[in-house]
């Protein structure tokens, strides 16, 4: 078969490595200059750090995806962070995350004394449900409502407690606010507020003790650059700084697509762009199945070159405000900046001394924010940005402003210059309404032909989340291709 993917990002990537495993023809489309999308490097100085995603998890998922579409497991130099984190309250508590759960039970009862039954009662409930979680609802697509409402996924759902948000999931394990924000934080990977992202999410706290939390050695964006390699060792076609202006939709089927060089016919078009774009390519030969989306949070990011290390540090920190929920809805219910944010800040030189040069650190400062809308972004963010700064230097980097050597700032109107929807960093948000059978899936519309892959599309947001798609996808294009079948969305 012959196949055309519009999108160069993780998902394109690896459904691309998946089907040319399998013999087919591969065509791979990327408007911009390198493949990789939101795993890409920041240069700052002389040193380079992720300017995406920088937290490894689920390695296992990753690993196994890459040996069947044939990658071996000792070309991924994944590095074990020990700590997994550090998480710095206002009142100088320090806690931190470890994955041997026997450890982790001493950290938390010795930081919050009689919580430790809670953290032990979690991982105990946890365990017996991520297997079926992930069985039902990661690894399946959900092209009708009736393949998702059936019985044993209510029952599930049920125990999963889907209709509690993330953060009333961990209230039932503990009773400190501060524990409480420490396993219900994590929804911010993927964009969402704990207090509005499903229940069904606390499965990825879970997964933080269970598989370990990783670094990928040189940085995320690396894995980009491997996968890149391999496409260009097999042959598949990749045809960068080369925008799609539109899909050849014909009699109910997608035969192509349109560029500037004009057109091009393929027996099959997967779709790794924003999924909110993909409607306008279509130039309304298709009826849109979605009327609108909710953006994920944006991000302010800031990158750092530092004439200076700090010895005792850790590759991931996160700095919480007084009140975590208050300061989230001031970002996800007002839409305006937060008056005392919250940040993560990424030190890879404690794991990977390569990553600066002698005596100097690089670091990534991730601030949450709004997608873009009510924010003046060159007036506010330079506040913002000094705020944090200041806030690091006095709780876990001193000497950071005098050791400073050069800044870049990004902000959500840079995101949506890159072509994210509306700004938001992590696609869709992951709300109760557009998650599992909500959201949109692999088959997206009733046009033969036309797939979609993606942090947008079913299964959801994050690097190995978003593998799990494209395996998905690829498992579902092979039992197309081998009967000659068509499963359209209902």
């Known amino acids: 078969m012959e196949v055309a993917i519009v999108g160069g990002g993780i998902g394109g990537m690896t459904v691309a490595l998946l089907l040319s495993k399998q013999g087919h023809s591969v065509t791979l489309y990327e408007k911009n200059r390198q493949l990789g999308g939101r795993l890409a490097y920041q240069q700052i100085g002389v040193s380079r750090i992720d300017q995406g995603p920088t937290i490894v998890l689920l390695p ?68 017996t449900v991520f297997g079926k979680g992930k069985e039902a609802f990661l690894e399946r697509p959900f092209l009708r409502k009736r393949d ?5 996924n209510v029952a599930l759902l049920n125990k999963l407690q889907v209709f509690r948000s993330v953060r009333e999931v961990a209230a039932k394990y503990f009773r400190d606010e501060k524990l409480k924000d420490a ?11 704990p207090y509005r992202s499903p229940g069904l999410y606390s499965l990825l706290p879970f997964a933080e003790h269970a598989y370990g939390v990783w670094y990928f050695k ?15 060792s097999r042959g598949v076609n990749i045809q960068t700084d080369t925008e799609i202006d539109e899909l050849i939709v014909e009699k109910g089927r997608c035969h192509g697509v349109v560029t500037s060089s004009g057109q091009a016919r393929f027996d099959s078009v997967i779709y790794n762009g924003e999924f909110p774009g993909l409607s306008g390519l279509m130039r309304g030969k298709a009826r849109p199945r979605f009327k609108s989306f909710v953006p994920s949070s944006g991000c302010v990011l800031v990158y750092l070159s530092v004439a200076k290390r700090w010895e005792n540090s850790a590759v991931h920190q ?21 008056d005392e944010p919250s940040y993560y800040v990424f030190n890879p030189i404690v794991i990977d001394a390569d990553a600066a040069p002698s005596d100097e650190s690089v670091l990534c400062v991730l601030i949450p924010v709004p997608s873009i809308g009510k924010v003046n972004w060159s007036e506010e963010t330079p506040a913002l940005v000094d705020y944090v700064l200041d806030n690091m230097q006095q709780r876990a980097f001193p000497g950071l402003r005098e050791a400073m050597i050069q800044m870049v700032v990004r902000t959500p109107e840079d995101a949506s ?12 948000a992951p709300i ?39 395996k998905m996808l690829a498992q579902h294009l092979s039992k197309e291709w081998e009967h000659g079948t068509v499963s359209l969305p209902r």
């Open 60 to 127: 296992e998922m990753i690993l196994s995806i890459l040996e069947e579409a044939g990658v071996e497991r000792s070309r991924i130099p994944l590095i074990p962070c020990d700590p997994m984190h550090r998480i710095h309250y206002t009142d100088g508590t320090v806690f931190h995350k470890w994955r041997d759960t026997a450890r982790q039970a001493q950290e938390v009862e010795e930081k919050f004394p009689h919580e430790g039954d809670g953290f032990k009662r979690f991982m105990r409930e946890m365990e």
């Open 318 to 338: 996160f700095f919480l405000p007084e009140s975590l929920t208050d300061q989230l809805r001031h970002i996800f219910d007002e839409g305006k900046l937060p």
């Open 183 to 193: 396993y219900s934080l994590q929804t911010l990977y993927i964009g969402g507020a």
């Open 148 to 152: 998702f409402w059936n019985y044993r």
């Open 218 to 232: 040189g940085g995320y964006a690396g894995l980009s650059l491997l996968l890149e390699d391999e496409l260009r």
């Open 432 to 470: 109760l309404t557009q998650s599992a059978a909500f959201r949109p899936q692999i088959v997206p519309y009733p046009i033969q032909g036309l797939y979609a892959v993606g942090a947008s599309v079913h299964p959801g947001g994050g690097i190995p989340i978003v593998m799990q798609g494209a």
């Open 417 to 428: 210059a890159d072509g994210l929807y509306q700004g938001g960093s992590f696609g869709i």
